[in-house]
């Protein structure tokens, strides 16, 4: 509503295969950019093109590694593109990326934009905001209390892609994944207007693209200060749950290394090359080259003995996470929208707006029959479709000034 370029971005690169699911997974990936001019665009952009690019190249590592190299190498990129132009100086994103593959539900980002997991009617934070507020939670220098108070910016971050030519990213997971689960990728345009207790709610309660379209609706709605990016992911087939925990783990810590065929191809004809040397008779250059092919050799042999340092842990885990847990709030929620409602209608009346009004009372009532009986989950996946209808309606008052549409909720 306040922003007059969107400098978020997001990318979803669906597995079109059984196959190509088993190598690579599902992937999603959303990027808050931040710096002036279009700075915060690009950066943005090129991290969402970046890391698909470079995850997809790396098929023989386990995502949680591909990933990990994937945002180095973007991070690298929008770095030398800030550093060669003066106007995207310091330009930098967030960056949050989540695979769905055999391993389980695997997260790598960098900033404040979240990772959410929706089981049932608990909501599972998977990712640990990079910002001033949560690092010094976590330093145990501020009481939460005190970050709630807002004396400290929430929006303040620690860590993002492009500023700098290193990075640390957070690797999380591997998560088990049902059935059912519905996860969340969020910019923090949605995470700091919509509560967790009504993201719970809302993603239990609605379909994906409906609860999508509220979530965007009500932080809208409730001032709109940031740009507002969301994916909303949910697990309709068996055939991507995830593996037993004890098969992610051996999965995990035992994925097979293979021998670099272009390092094989090098050691072959180097040293072929050099027994050719050798019975021409230039010892010294037939030398050479066998050196360079038990370089070549020694090295691909290096890749698969060696699996070098990891940051997964005795189980095949890496990080902390979930980092918090929340349930879904259906009462408190349906008396928000209900309250919403009155307003917008106050507001259409007030303006002259020509909304439907018979159809959306009709469902109104019927989420207020839902809420009499008890049934809130229900009563909010019904009110959330009216409020949806109605935004829509709103956004298709075409002769109304843009200086006349704000609503004071």
Not at 4 to 33: C, M, P, R
Not at 156 to 175: C, W
Request: proline content about 5%.
């Amino acid at each position: 509503m306040r922003r007059a370029i969107n400098q978020d971005s997001y990318a979803i690169v669906l597995a079109d295969t059984q196959n190509s699911w088993e190598k690579y997974g599902h992937l999603f990936i959303v990027a808050d950019g931040m710096g002036a001019h279009a700075a915060g665009e690009l950066a943005s952009k090129l991290s969402v093109e970046l890391i698909p690019h470079h995850y997809f190249k790396l098929r023989d590592q386990p995502p949680a590694e591909s990933l990990h190299q994937s945002i180095l190498n973007a991070n690298a990129e929008i770095f030398r593109r800030g550093q060669a132009n003066i106007e995207f100086r310091s330009m930098g994103t967030t960056c949050s990326t989540l695979t769905l593959a055999p391993e389980g539900a695997v997260v790598a980002h960098v900033g404040d934009s979240r990772v959410y997991q929706m089981r049932g009617d608990q909501l599972f934070q998977l990712t640990f905001d990079h910002s001033l507020v949560w690092e010094m939670q976590a330093a145990g220098e501020l009481t939460d209390e005190t970050a709630r108070s807002g004396v400290i910016p929430k929006n303040v971050i620690t860590r993002s892609l492009g500023p700098n030519a290193n990075v640390q990213i957070d690797l999380e997971g591997p998560f088990p994944v049902k059935r059912g689960d519905v996860f969340l990728l969020c910019s923090d345009g949605l995470s700091g207007q919509v509560s967790d207790e009504e993201l719970a709610s809302i993603l239990s309660a609605l379909p994906p693209q409906p609860a999508c379209q509220l979530l965007i609706d009500l932080s809208n709605l409730r001032g709109g200060p940031d740009n507002i990016t969301a994916i909303v992911v949910e697990v309709a087939e068996d055939s991507i749950c995830s593996a037993q925990p004890g098969a992610i783990a051996a999965r995990w810590n035992g994925a097979p290394r293979t021998f670099s065929p272009a390092l094989g191809i090098v050691a072959a004809v180097c040293i072929s090359a050099a027994g050719l040397l050798c019975l021409l008779g230039n010892i010294p250059l037939g030398v050479v080259a066998a050196v360079l092919g038990i370089i070549a050799l020694g090295t691909g042999l290096v890749q698969v003995l060696w699996n070098g340092n990891s940051p997964a842990d005795a189980h095949g885990r890496y990080g902390q996470g979930p980092h918090r847990q929340f349930k879904a709030g259906n009462q408190p929620l349906f008396e928000q929208l209900a309250g919403t409602m009155k307003s917008l209608r106050e507001a259409s009346e007030e303006r002259g707006w020509k909304i439907q009004w018979d159809l959306l009372e009709g469902q109104f009532e019927k989420a207020k029959q839902h809420a009499a009986a008890g049934n809130f989950k229900q009563a909010v996946a019904t009110q959330g479709k009216v409020i949806i209808e109605l935004m829509k309606q709103i956004r298709g008052q075409r002769d109304t000034p843009a200086s006349d549409s704000a609503i004071d909720l």
